[in-house]
């Protein structure tokens, strides 16, 4: 049972906000991931952090930005949200194999 | 760079019969994992298996079957009597050597009816 917390789950917004999308996990794992899933299902890797005070971008290029103050927390944010942004936002932690939360989809009007 | 091609988009069956989910995959690492993952309509993705490059057994658990075929850079996943709770995303994902960093392939959509 994967014990890796996503909140919130649904997000409607109006552009030009800031939002920050929380991720929390308690099994200790040191690597912890963002992934974007677009409505055609694909996911893109956009942030990852392998430890505290570690992140870099994913594959994908985002405007979003990633903090890791503290091993269990890895909150995403957007300083000035747009449509474009409209997503689902998958968070995920793992060593061998990843464990996903359930997603925040994020709507931005 | 590694790349995962789900060519079946939706496929679509009546429960009780078998499906096979296709998996193509490209990497130049000779070390890397493999995986499935369902993703229901809750939206969570759960693992369903990881696979190293070095271990080509099939593998059965329960109604699941996985069948890698590293010459022909397929692991493809077989259903076996398939029931209406089967009904989800199905995504096939690579890894480099570390297991981490996933590259996912587009999914294909199983549908089954009763």
């Known amino acids: 049972e994967a014990d890796i917390y996503q909140t919130p789950r649904y997000l409607v917004i109006g552009t030009g906000k800031k939002i920050t999308l929380e991720c929390s996990q308690t099994?200790?794992?040191?690597?912890m991931y963002w992934y974007q899933q677009d409505p055609g299902m694909e996911l893109h890797l956009i942030h990852y952090?392998?430890?505290?005070?570690?992140?870099e971008k994913g594959d994908l290029s985002s405007e979003s930005t990633v903090s890791r103050i503290r091993t269990e927390h890895f909150p995403l944010t957007l300083e000035s949200a747009r449509p474009s942004h409209t997503s689902q936002y998958l968070c995920?932690?793992?060593?061998?194999?990843?464990?996903f939360g359930s997603g925040t989809q994020l709507s931005v009007l | 760079a590694q790349k995962v091609t789900q060519a079946q988009t939706e496929i679509s069956v009546v429960e009780k019969e078998d499906v096979t989910l296709d998996c193509v995959y490209e990497?130049?690492?000779?070390?890397?994992?493999l995986f499935w993952y369902k993703q229901p309509p809750s939206g969570e993705l759960v693992f369903l298996i990881r696979?190293?490059?070095?271990?080509?057994q099939n593998e059965i658990s329960g109604r699941y079957s996985w069948n890698f075929q590293k010459s022909t850079s397929s692991f493809n996943f077989t259903i076996t009597a398939s029931q209406v709770v089967d009904s989800a995303v199905y995504f096939c994902?690579?890894?480099?050597?570390?297991?981490?960093?996933?590259?996912f392939g587009a999914g294909t959509i199983l549908r089954v009816k009763s």
């Open positions: 995920a932690s793992g060593q061998e194999k990843l464990f």
């Open positions: 099994m200790g794992h040191d690597k």
């Open positions: 952090s392998y430890g505290v005070n570690s992140t």
């Open positions: 990497t130049r690492d000779t070390t890397y994992y």
């Open positions: 696979r190293n490059s070095f271990d080509e």
């Open positions: 994902a690579l890894s480099e050597w570390d297991g981490n960093k996933l590259v």
